[in-house]
């Protein structure tokens, strides 16, 4: 057989063989066992010298040509099994998008925070800036500036946390007023919300409990202008038929001052069957307000004698409590997920 012949057999062979490989190693087998450096096609071109020159070309183009069409079968059938190899990663790996999710846990705000937010959203509407202060007060400030004098039942030891000599957690946010009224001048609009602390613990008073507080000043606030914000405010809160309903009451910083009822959101002021919340009564307290006693103003360095002032105070855990219906106010302490969850 001439080497010409020889190569063509090899040629041939080889090809068919690479297109019948079963896989990737084969294939590699089959491309040493023709192409490599001790491979068929390379032994074959060993008997070169024996040819004539004028067959030596021939020869070489011939054996280029051969191994180009092995190599590109080799390379053909590679593809073919790679993209095979794929093809069945791709069906034994496939993502079932049927299978139900492992539920991730959310956490959530605090029902005293989304609470704190909807009350800051609410007035905010109506121009109040947030304003903050320390929880740790000065007794002047917490008392002395917002006139409750030092013989006040509301400063016995009983009812406050004196941390030392003229230092208290403040039992109210209204000290921040004062603040804020120090530090800027008149008109101003702001809402304090914040942490309180009394000596106080039961099914309706926490030792610590949060309160927003807001103030306005400028020349001629009236009485209607506190009446008509507490109204927008309790029918944003609870619902646009709620009605507000003021009662004289006494709180020191404030001349005159009023508790502030709302219409109970529960019964809808229909008690018939009588309303747990209520109590039957249609009406449920929910802040303590009143127009900014003058000695306040003086405590601020507020000089001007044409202005005048509405501040009002509640708490934010009753008001929490309205909103979802919470029984206990210790609930919202006690860190219980049960309970928390629930606000998610
Ligand atoms: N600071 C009062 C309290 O702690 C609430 C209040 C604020 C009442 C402003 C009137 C005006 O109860």
């Known amino acids: 057989?001439?080497?010409?012949?020889?190569?063509?057999?090899?040629?041939?062979?080889?090809?068919?063989?690479a297109e019948s490989a079963s896989g990737l190693e084969a294939l590699d087998q089959i491309r040493i066992q023709y192409l490599g450096k001790k491979g068929s096609l390379s032994e074959v071109l060993k008997?070169?010298?024996?040819?004539?020159?004028?067959?030596?070309?021939?020869?070489?183009?011939?054996?280029?040509?051969?191994?180009?069409?092995?190599?590109?079968?080799?390379?053909?059938?590679?593809?073919?099994l790679e993209g095979l190899a794929l093809e069945q990663r791709l069906a034994t790996e496939q993502i079932d998008t049927t299978v139900l999710a492992r539920q991730a846990h959310l956490g959530a705000l605090h029902p005293i925070t989304q609470t704190t937010q909807k009350l800051i959203k609410v007035f905010s509407r109506l121009g109040f800036d947030v304003v903050t202060g320390p929880e740790v007060e000065t007794e002047f400030l917490n008392f002395e500036a917002v006139n409750?004098?030092?013989?006040?039942?509301?400063?016995?030891?009983?009812?406050?946390?004196?941390?030392?000599?003229?230092?208290?957690?403040?039992?109210?946010?209204?000290?921040?007023?004062?603040?804020?009224?120090?530090?800027?001048?008149?008109?101003i609009r702001v809402l304090c919300p914040g942490a309180v602390f009394r000596c106080d613990d039961d099914a309706t008073h926490s030792p610590m409990f949060h309160q927003i507080e807001g103030l306005w000043v400028d020349r001629q606030v009236r009485m209607s202008d506190l009446k008509g914000t507490l109204e927008f405010f309790a029918k944003e809160l609870f619902g646009s038929s709620t009605q507000i309903r003021l009662r004289p009451s006494y709180f020191p910083f404030v001349e005159p001052g009023a508790e502030v009822d709302v219409s109970c959101p529960f019964c809808k002021k229909n008690p018939k069957g009588g309303c747990k919340v209520c109590k039957g009564s249609g009406w449920l307290e929910i802040l303590g307000a009143g127009m900014v006693h003058p000695k306040l103003f003086q405590m601020?360095?507020?000089?001007?004698?044409?202005?005048?002032?509405?501040?009002?105070?509640?708490?934010?855990?009753?008001?929490?409590?309205?909103?979802?219906?919470?029984?206990?106010?210790?609930?919202?302490?006690r860190g219980d997920m049960r309970f928390l969850k629930q606000f998610a």
């Open 1 to 17: 057989m001439s080497i010409l012949e020889k190569l063509i057999q090899l040629e041939s062979e080889a090809v068919s063989k």
């Open 47 to 80: 008997g070169l010298g024996s040819a004539s020159p004028e067959e030596r070309p021939k020869i070489g183009a011939a054996a280029n040509l051969a191994k180009a069409k092995v190599e590109a079968a080799l390379e053909a059938k590679k593809v073919k």
């Open 148 to 187: 409750i004098p030092a013989d006040h039942p509301a400063r016995d030891m009983q009812d406050t946390f004196f941390l030392g000599p003229g230092v208290v957690l403040r039992t109210h946010t209204s000290a921040v007023q004062m603040r804020a009224m120090r530090s800027k001048s008149w008109p």
């Open 300 to 333: 601020a360095g507020y000089e001007a004698t044409e202005i005048s002032g509405f501040a009002f105070g509640l708490g934010i855990e009753r008001i929490a409590m309205l909103m979802y219906g919470i029984p206990d106010l210790r609930l919202m302490f």
